[in-house]
């Protein structure tokens, strides 16, 4: 009996709908993205004195130098009586070492407020989100949001590059340049991980309504509680939950928020130590 070569077999073409493309482009894309901050950025939860003490600084230099939201001081650092009761997010950038951006959580205990209940104005008109409703330990105020002027993008900047001043480099590249719109959320996305390894179910915010809709674009999609009222510009407040916002995020920020956690991973210790660093500032 002969031996019969078998016939070639036809390469079997992929039939992929419309959808499973987009989806496989978006996870292309959202590969990339964490790759990319990965390489030039690094987020973090403060951890010594000397971090809580360089974003006090770039508070300063945001909000009473450049905005003048606050009034300045000697010290050049902003910092108020909520500091004593909150933990801190932080990214870094890696080929400078500068504070790139913080925010700070506002965490109280049973004797303890957060800012929004104590503008003096009526914040809140949603009954069934106040923050009464809910346990103390359960609630964070997510506050003081601040990117150095250095690290906002714009649009000469993704054109010509954009030399930082005072940082000790030539210029951003291209690449860094299209990863700072990302800053932003990488300190949401950190500050996630520390209300879920704090307990917080509840996060309560005052932005911009603008700011609320952008962040909507970006899968932050926080509910409204209140009307806008005039603090430091027209703002309202806004309530989210920590599980609403965890399993609501886009695939285009998953690998991100996975890098993230690799590097946000506060031990009880440290959440604990962090709540008494302000205290230790303010003695010096």
Do not use: W
Not at 264 to 271: C, E, H, I, K
């Amino acid at each position: 009996m002969s031996y019969q070569q078998p016939s070639a077999i036809a390469p079997r073409k992929l039939q992929l709908s419309a959808s499973s493309v987009k989806q496989l482009a978006i996870q292309h894309q959202a590969d990339e993205l964490a790759q990319r901050y990965q390489r030039y950025f690094q987020a973090s939860i403060a951890s010594n004195q000397e971090e809580v003490t360089k974003i006090y600084q770039l508070r300063h230099r945001v909000y009473c130098e450049e905005f003048q939201f606050e009034p300045s001081n000697n010290q050049q650092m902003e910092r108020d009586v909520y500091d004593s009761y909150s933990h801190y997010c932080r990214v870094q950038h890696l080929n400078s070492g500068l504070d790139a951006g913080c925010l700070r959580m506002v965490s109280p205990s049973k004797q303890q407020s957060i800012p929004l209940l104590d503008t003096g104005q009526s914040v809140i008109s949603h009954q069934e989100l106040h923050p009464d409703n809910f346990a103390k330990e359960s609630i964070c105020e997510v506050s003081r949001v601040a990117l150095d002027t250095q690290f906002r993008r714009r649009k000469i900047d993704l054109k010509n590059g954009a030399a930082p001043a005072g940082a000790g480099l030539s210029v951003f590249s291209q690449k860094e340049l299209r990863t700072f719109p990302y800053i932003t959320m990488s300190l949401y996305l950190a500050a996630s991980i520390v209300a879920e390894q704090c307990g917080i179910k509840h996060a309560y915010v005052m932005v911009e309504p603008k700011l609320a809709r952008s962040l909507s674009m970006f899968g932050i999609k926080m509910t409204r509680i209140g009307p806008n009222i005039d603090y430091h510009g027209i703002r309202a407040a806004y309530h989210i939950t920590v599980e609403r916002f965890q399993e609501h995020l886009p695939l285009l920020y998953q690998p991100l928020f996975e890098l993230i956690k690799q590097t946000v991973n506060p031990s009880p210790a440290l959440l604990a130590s962090t709540n008494q660093l302000d205290a230790v500032s303010q003695n010096r």
